[in-house]
């Protein structure tokens, strides 16, 4: 069973227009959360890491909350560029090292259109 | 930025035939990964390495081995490629500096097994 959704699957939006990206999970225990970005044909850039119950982060364009009684994240991109044209990975980490388990959602893809 | 390099890029095997897929970073990173990633699916851990010499089974071993023959190198082998093993591939070393490990991603391989 899917530990970690993430919703939409796909999402277009308009060069500067702002978006929200979902990720729920049932992961326990839920040691942290990193949103990972990934260019076609491309590796995963890390964006974020969340990590207390309730937490929030900001990294230029990108702002992302954690809500660990919920079991819930969001990604906003603010005034998107083309760029940001890529999929969005979210996951959780059951422990602060990848040699603990991480769960991978499937990913949003974004594109973004002129 | 930290870096890590995989080749090759893409690989074209046939069945039953011995793949090597190749890792490598410059970054002094004890732990390594290996993961694959499907369409629709979020990645799975093959295997891992905490340093030179170890090499530790993830979740979906079976089919694989892996080798770490130095700080730098982490291969993935394919003794009897099956098709079910056409995948995009990809390693990824961990910097333990920060209380969260931070994960450095290669490009990926895509391999196809006909």
């Known amino acids: 069973k899917t530990q970690v959704e993430q919703s939409p699957q796909s999402l277009v939006v308009r060069q500067g227009e702002n978006c929200v990206l979902q990720?729920?999970?049932?992961?326990?225990?839920?040691?942290?959360l990193r949103w990972f970005k990934q260019d076609t044909g491309k590796g995963l850039v890390s964006l974020t890491v969340l990590v207390d119950q309730k937490d929030k982060t900001s990294n230029g364009r990108y702002s992302a909350t954690l809500d660990k009684d919920a079991k819930h994240s969001t990604l906003h991109i603010t005034a998107t560029l083309l760029d940001d044209t890529a999929t969005y990975i979210c996951v959780v980490g059951d422990r602060g090292s990848a040699l603990g388990r991480l769960h991978f959602g499937a990913g949003t893809q974004l594109i973004v259109i002129p | 930025e930290a870096a890590v390099t995989q080749s090759p890029r893409n690989k074209v095997a046939v069945t039953g035939g011995k793949v090597t897929l190749s890792c490598n970073q410059t970054n002094n990173h004890n732990n390594m990964y290996w993961y694959r990633q499907d369409t629709g699916h979020g990645l799975r851990l093959i295997h891992y390495?905490?340093?030179?010499?170890?090499?530790e089974k993830g979740d979906i071993p079976d089919g694989y081995k892996a080798s770490r023959p130095s700080q730098e190198n982490f291969s993935l082998i394919l003794e009897l490629a099956t098709p079910s093993q056409t995948s995009v591939y990809f390693c990824?070393?961990?910097?333990?500096?920060?209380?969260?490990?931070?994960?450095?991603f290669g490009h990926g391989t895509k391999l196809s097994v006909l």
């Open positions: 990824a070393s961990g910097d333990h500096t920060f209380s969260n490990e931070r994960l450095f």
């Open positions: 990720c729920n999970y049932s992961v326990t225990p839920d040691n942290h």
């Open positions: 390495s905490y340093g030179a010499g170890s090499t």
